[in-house]
């Protein structure tokens, strides 16, 4: 339900091969001026955008203190975990870490399975009301839920969704982004196969299974990326939607957390540095294929 | 062409019936008086309750140790869910909503709930208010007598002086003083340690009134009308926003919270400033995590003396689930025993009769309690119906506003008082609706 | 690019013809939850502006009220000041920005992986950390930024407090937040570019500055297209970053359009009709924006 948009949106139907980014000049010869300078430039962008990340990460280790002082320490002069044992005592991670896997990965699947079979049968079929549904679909990614926040509410709230992992899983499932992109994918598979199948007895929900979800894998690596970095990240959602602690992700449990006023802020810092590992390690672990991901799976 | 007919048949049909269908909401149901209900004390046993409570600090475990205590006692279970203060309402408006009323929630103001609070009167008999010291029964009551919210504990206004730092530069601490006395003594507090700044105040409207209160006037008079006196508030106002102009009250602070909430706990514990207005509440934070010495100081006088008085209550929603469980556990977290008990280690004053007339031994700090005890015998009555009315959270809410774009330089003190009266007539007409 | 189904599915009318219900099965799911939680709300989101409510459980019926009420009030007016000034300075500055860094970025060999994971950072962390983050480093008295100002003799301007500069620092930090993600986006438009034309335009003794600007600028223009889309939704959006760095402040002036329609909900005083006003209003604004983008878009690519 986040209306961001592929770059196939607009993409022309290119021929180049996406993985040959030659038309640089730097061939074996020693670096020009100009390459020097652009590393230089990237070098710097990549330290200051780093920067605020990793000084935050070092004041995590202040005393309330020290936190406070004028001027600022740039190193903490007596690092103490004493923030991390008693934040992460007031704030229970874990609990909240399980429930941001849990609407993460499930709101993942469901939108990974009910988009590709949407896509499918608008790219593959051709029936009464296609065009229409398309349409719809393709105006709503301009539509973020943040406008239609109000009435949404109270449509789960009919539906006794406040206050459960549902209510955060369902509603923003049925992406029109990952329709569209997995839709424009499967244009571009051979209907033969298809055919062929079908000749060969094979029923209709057989061959979306065993042919074109196993073709349709990069447009689908895209929207899982897509929806993780969204459904993690989602704050206003949740905000209203999970009013118990029980139900929280954290997003939420971190601003709850950081409004409280019994909170010292140097113990708000650490909790958010302990947010903020698991998915960089992720990343870390899984950046080829993500960025590659993301570049190539957008643009077929 | 046939498919854009066909789509704007498909809008024009949607839209008819979302627009013909029925208001949006629940109908609602008001069933009356209904006859007194019973409370039986040994039926909970396996039942479940949602508290929803925001801290202080220290009152949260007290608060915790009194839930195990009713859990001992009834075999009910409670679902105690802490949010933030600023978030408070906004998360009870959302479950009321979408009606998903937590059965007890602790509130400042239970004004914006009327409409879906048990009345105590009906479960614990007409006579259950006088349990309760007077005044602090009758900010509990609304206008046809029900008695809506349980007060849990009241508060008054007043200033913390950092006493190490006063030592230092060999101001004593006064027994009485003004606001222009207070802010020489702390300035010079503050250049002989070092400090950044002399004065604190949390942003909040109540602290903000407590000023208004000492130049003389309250925003919401005793007969519920408009009781702001412009000049008097003026001059409150001009005073104010000149400290924070000129970053003697920090500035930076007080522009930088946007519109909630902020409370200044921290630029005290910091030491980075003498003084500081806040209330009791902070006595029990303080005492755990102050690394000076510090003390409870008499209020200001200007006009009048005296500080700001607040209070938290506690209520019970009709429609949750088990509003008898509701009742029965606010009614047992107030009585004599209990609300001793917690207010011991909470460091909270007391609403019982029983308990202002006996006073409470509490831990340690029992000289500040009893400074802001004696505050209240200073604080002059028309604050307490200022701080009860139910125009007073929107009115405050206005206070702020205007006050800060005093202290951003965009507008005039003149303006920001019209400005704020014209906000008190619109809440008082709100309110009155 | 083709929007409409390609002709060889009509191959298949034969298997689809009378009353084969595979496709219809195939869409219900999502169009189920689509349409009961994103276009049935979305009408229902318009029947709601017609009402109004002060505390979101009893709602009476205004005709217009809302919207005239809501064009009256000078705080709105505020907040669609501040949104709108966000959004174009949000816009530009990660477009261009985006663009730089993906044309360095795409050209550079050597560290190119670590150097995307740098930039890519701040699109993995919660925006509501993000906020936390950059309130600490823009502290005016204890943050990272004005510790390394002074120390070149640039003072200490209070980029959070000071209402003149509280709207540059929230457009800086959003820019933050999305250039890695944009320029990812832009690199693969730039891949998709046919490198013999460099070549070419290399024999002919263009300068690097030139090939940037006649073939590899026009050619990614569609891509470029959807980012200004993708980040024109996003500035119309901006909520959760702004609300733990700024709160809306210094005094409403980073207040933007979500968090008034957010605040008019849900946070006392309620006024439900001006949320649900302004939230059909900025509906219309987004889909208006966002539909003259692309129809420029396009058209200018067809000409």
Redesign the interface.
């Known amino acids: 339900?986040s209306?961001?948009?592929?770059?196939?949106?607009?993409?022309?139907?290119?021929?180049?091969n996406?993985?040959?980014?030659?038309?640089?000049?730097?061939g074996g010869s020693a670096p020009s001026t100009?390459a020097v300078v652009?590393?230089t430039?990237?070098?710097a962008?990549?330290i200051l955008?780093?920067?605020?990340?990793l000084?935050?990460a070092m004041?995590s280790f202040k005393t309330?203190?020290e936190?406070?002082?004028?001027?600022?320490t740039?190193w903490p002069n007596h690092p103490t975990a004493d923030n991390y044992t008693s934040g992460l005592q007031a704030f229970d991670f874990v609990h909240f870490l399980t429930n941001s896997i849990i609407v993460t990965v499930s709101a993942t699947v469901l939108t990974l399975?009910?988009?590709s079979?949407?896509a499918?049968?608008?790219?593959?079929?051709?029936?009464r009301g296609?065009?229409?549904?398309?349409?719809?679909?393709?105006?709503?990614i301009?539509?973020?839920l943040?406008?239609?926040?109000?009435?949404?509410?109270?449509?789960?709230?009919s539906f006794g969704m406040?206050?459960s992992l549902w209510g955060l899983i369902?509603?923003?499932?049925?992406t029109?982004t990952g329709?569209f992109l997995l839709r424009?994918y499967m244009?571009s598979l051979p209907?033969e196969m298809?055919?062929a199948a079908?000749i060969d007895g094979a029923g209709?929900?057989k061959i979306?299974l065993r042919i074109i979800l196993p073709l349709s894998r990069p447009a689908l690596a895209v929207v899982a990326i897509f929806s993780v970095?969204w459904r993690?990240?989602d704050?206003?959602w949740p905000l209203?939607v999970a009013?118990?602690?029980s139900v929280q992700t954290?997003?939420v449990a971190?601003?709850?957390?950081?409004?409280?006023?019994?909170i010292?802020?140097n113990q708000?810092?650490a909790v958010?540095v302990v947010?903020?590992l698991p998915?960089?390690v992720i990343?870390?672990f899984l950046?080829?294929h993500i960025?590659a991901g993301?570049?190539?799976g957008?643009?077929k | 062409m046939r498919l854009r007919t066909k789509i704007a048949a498909l809008c024009a049909v949607v839209l008819a019936t979302s627009l013909s269908a029925c208001a949006p909401g629940s109908p609602q149901s008001d069933a009356g008086p209904s006859a007194p209900a019973s409370v039986d004390f040994n039926s909970f046993k396996g039942q479940t309750l949602t508290y929803v409570y925001f801290t202080d600090g220290p009152d949260e475990q007290a608060t915790k140790d009194m839930i195990a205590k009713f859990e001992a006692a009834t075999g009910a279970k409670v679902n105690l869910q802490i949010v933030a203060f600023a978030n408070l309402a906004t998360s009870l408006q959302a479950r009321l909503s979408a009606g998903n009323a937590p059965e007890v929630a602790r509130v400042t103001d239970w004004h914006p709930y009327a409409d879906k609070e048990v009345d105590f009167k009906q479960y614990f008999g007409s006579g259950f208010p006088s349990e309760f010291a007077s005044g602090a029964a009758a900010t509990a009551m609304d206008s046809t007598g029900r008695m809506l919210a349980v007060p849990s504990d009241v508060t008054i206004n007043g200033p913390m002086i950092n006493v190490d730092a006063f030592k230092k530069a060999g101001v004593p601490v006064p027994a009485k003083w003004t606001w222009d006395e207070l802010v020489a003594d702390a300035k010079k507090v503050a250049a002989a340690n070092n400090m950044p700044y002399a004065f604190a105040i949390d942003k909040s409207g109540n602290r903000l009134s407590t000023i208004l209160s000492q130049f003389g006037t309250v925003m919401i008079g005793p007969d519920g009308k408009n009781a702001l006196d412009k000049d008097k508030a003026a001059k409150a106002l001009t005073f104010f926003t000149d400290l924070v102009k000129s970053n003697v009250s920090p500035k930076d602070f007080w522009l930088g919270s946007g519109s909630k909430y902020t409370g200044a706990n921290e630029i005290f514990l910091a030491g980075q400033v003498p003084v500081y207005l806040s209330g009791p509440w902070q006595v029990g934070a303080f005492a755990k995590s102050a690394t000076f010495n510090w003390a409870a100081a008499p209020n200001p006088c200007q006009e009048r003396c005296g500080g700001f008085p607040g209070g938290k209550f506690m209520i019970a929603f009709k429609d949750s689930k088990n509003p008898a469980l509701a009742a029965a556990f606010v009614q047992w977290m107030n009585r004599s025993e209990n609300q001793r008990e917690v207010d011991k280690t909470a460091y909270w004053l007391p609403t019982r009769k029983d308990l202002t007339d006996s006073g409470v031994t509490y831990a340690n700090r029992q000289s500040d309690m009893s400074s802001f005890l004696s505050q209240i015998n200073e604080t002059p009555s028309d604050t307490w119906t200022d701080a009860n009315s139910p125009a007073f959270t929107a009115s405050a809410t206005a206070l702020i506003s205007e006050t800060d774009k005093v202290v951003a330089g965009q507008q005039d003190v003149r303006t920001a008082v019209e400005n704020i009266s014209a906000a008190i007539d619109k809440a008082i007409k709100a309110a009155g609706s | 690019m083709s929007v409409m189904a390609p002709a060889r599915a009509r191959g298949f009318r034969g298997w689809m013809r009378g009353k084969n219900l595979a496709p219809y099965l195939f869409v219900l799911p999502n169009m189920l939850i689509f349409g009961v939680f994103t276009i049935w709300p979305a009408f229902n989101g318009f029947n709601l502006s017609f009402y109004d409510s002060s505390n979101g459980r009893t709602y009476r019926p205004v005709g217009t009220g809302n919207y005239t009420n809501i064009l009256s009030d000078s705080q709105f007016w505020g907040v669609v000041q501040h949104t709108v000034l966000f959004t174009l300075g949000f816009v530009v500055l990660s477009t261009v920005l985006g663009t730089a860094l993906a044309l360095m970025l795409n050209s550079q060999r050597r560290g190119r992986g670590a150097l995307s994971a740098a930039y890519f950072l701040p699109v993995l962390i919660s925006p509501v950390v993000v906020g936390i983050i950059w309130k600490a480093a823009l502290d005016r008295t204890t943050g990272l930024v004005n510790q390394v100002l002074s120390a070149i003799g640039l003072g200490s301007p209070g980029w959070l407090v000071d209402s003149s500069l509280s709207l540059i620092s929230v457009i800086l930090v959003g820019t933050w937040i999305h250039l890695g993600f944009y320029a990812v986006i832009l690199i693969s438009g730039l891949q998709a570019i046919d490198t013999s034309l460099y070549e070419a335009a290399r024999m002919d003794g263009a300068s690097v500055w030139q090939s940037v600007r006649l073939i590899t600028l026009p050619l990614l223009r569609p891509t470029l297209m959807v980012v200004i889309i993708l980040a024109t939704i996003a500035g119309f959006q901006a909520f959760d970053f702004v609300y733990t760095l700024t709160g809306g402040g210094p005094v409403g002036a980073t207040t933007l359009i979500i968090q008034y329609i957010y605040e008019n909900a849900f946070s006392y005083p309620i006024q439900y009709g001006l949320a649900s006003a302004a939230a059909v209003i900025l509906f219309v604004v987004v889909f208006a924006v966002t539909f003259i983008n692309y129809a420029i878009g396009r058209r200018s690519e067809s000409i």
Request: proline share 9%; hydrophobic share 50%.
């Open positions: 339900m209306a961001q948009t592929p770059s196939t949106l607009a993409q022309r139907s290119g021929s180049a996406p993985q040959q980014p030659k038309w640089t000049s730097t100009g652009r590393a430039l990237l070098i962008g990549a955008v780093v920067t605020p990340v000084w935050a004041s309330q203190a936190l406070a002082q004028t001027p600022p740039l399975i009910i988009n079979m949407a499918y049968a608008l790219s593959k079929y051709n029936f296609r065009t229409v549904l398309f349409l719809i679909t393709l105006s709503t301009m539509i973020p943040q406008v239609i926040l109000l009435p949404v509410y109270q449509v789960i709230a406040v206050n369902i509603p923003p499932a049925a029109p329709v424009q244009l209907d298809i055919e079908r209709e929900f979306f970095i993690w990240n704050f206003l209203i009013q118990d602690e954290l997003p971190i601003a709850r957390f950081a409004s409280q006023q019994a010292p802020f708000i810092l958010s947010t903020i998915i960089i990343f870390l950046q080829r960025i993301l570049a190539q957008s643009i």
